[in-house]
């Protein structure tokens, strides 16, 4: 009967309703009277998506008839996940391209939301990878590991938007549900719960009446600010300028409010922008992102971050974390935040389970599987990141990471006593003396060049920082003499420049330095390798009266290890977690 409707040959199909009303009554009371033929061949997507009003039609009136055609119940298997692979713009104007790879997301997200605990969604790195691609739907499918694939489109009409949507079961390709959703684009997230909603219906699943009010409360946004928010979420660098535009246009929008504090507290982390901008700045953001909507999870998550970087604020980070997470179990990057945190907390088995949960449900999203490495690494299972490092290089042997991911991967060949390949990795990625220079000063990276047949190249690095700072002498000049001697284990020249450092530090303390906090604390790091316990406990307090975000740190550096024994050490810790 559909096929009969949709035929391209127009003087085969159903020329009046009336006729299409009579087979499907005789169906109704004769079933045998359409025999099933073999398998249909399979539309292709341009098809299907052209077709679609027809479909929609023929199912509306089955819908009026009280019948159901296929239903989860129908399927080959019980649905356990699904992905929604990316929309396709119908338009064809790169334009609007946004709008389809960014409700693309927007949609993983709140079907992972409302879905959760019935069913998985894939991340929208992983499938992103097949936009535009030609593959059969099986393959895809086999490719993700789901059982089930939603598939649709968007069409803009001036300040009007289509979205259609086919949920299908991997196995057979049948369609088990359509629909066509339409409204303004100042409706637009409530169009999205609506589509978000029917397929969760379509699965077989049930809507808590928490996700139930969420959808429902979804208020009017500008469409030129929501344009802008899309631009934000699928941006990597400049995505904070994108969600400032979004709020500026329009400050009622509570997720572009997220999203600009997501960012702040991004750039504080990596060192973008100084942490004393950064993180009131985020702070006040998620503010009034909860302020407008209680329930966004990255607003909470950053609340968390906050709270544990700037406040030493532990219980409250945890409550907030957990917060975030009840909300949308899905978010890969909240997940990501919250097992650093619980891993610099000493909570390692439940970190990693937590990491390992978010590059399973996005195993193409780079960000989580270097977070996977970096994390092992920090709770000291060095074999394993290894491994892991390894792993992803070889799937991802060019992408943003690279750089990153191999460098860790040196850190791992470092702790595991492999000197001469850590300092070949390192010298490939930084040039001789490897990390000397490299943002951070990794020294361990450094001994591995000392430990090694590079070990010239490091003295000749060694060297150029002594001249340096006779040409220009300064605190971080005087430190970098110091860990070089550190490096080669030479303690008396060590401690003499060290306490040269000191006193340039205090003054830049005085003088407010952004860059203070986290020179206190790699002053505390060196004394600690050098085994100088009372000197590395009071900079740990210099750093911690600063507010130093490395101090999060002290439970996992091997350096800090001589002193876990400690009095004030354990104080520290106390009052950053307790």
Known sequence: IVAKALAKDPDKRYRQASELLADLEELRTDPEAFPAGKKPRRLTRGQRFGWFGAVAAVLAILVFLGWRILGPGDAGQAIGSVAILPLANLSGLEEQEVYADGLTMELISTLGRVGSGSFSVTGRRTVMRFKGSDLPLADIARELEVDAVVEGSIQLSGEQIRITAELIEAGTEQILWSDVFDGGLDNILSLQGQVASAVVQALGAGI?????KILAAAAPVDPEAYQAYLRGRLAG????????????????????????????????????????EAYPAARAAAFKALELDPKLARAHSVLGK??????????????DFRRALDLDPTAADVAMDFAGALVRAGQDDEGLALIKQAAFLDPMNQYAQLNVGYLLMLSGRFEEALTHFEAMLELFPVNRLTMAMKMEKGWCLGMLGRHEEAAAQSKELFGPGGSYWAPGKNWLTSRDFALSSLRQDFLDKFTEAKEAYEESPSGQGAWLVAFGYVTLEDTQPALEWLARSGTELRKEIEEGDPQAPTRAFRQARLYAWLGEKDLALEWLDVAFELRAPSLLLINILIEFQGLSEEAGFLEIKARIWS
């Open 208 to 212: 808590s009446e928490e996700n139930t």
């Open 237 to 276: 660098y400049g995505a904070r300028f994108e969600y400032q535009r979004a709020v500026d246009i329009d400050p009622t929008f509570a997720a572009a409010w997220a999203g600009l504090s997501w960012e702040y507290s991004f750039e504080a982390t990596w060192g973008m922008i100084p942490a004393e």
């Open 306 to 319: 906050v709270k544990i970087t700037q406040d030493w604020d532990w219980p409250g980070a945890l409550a």
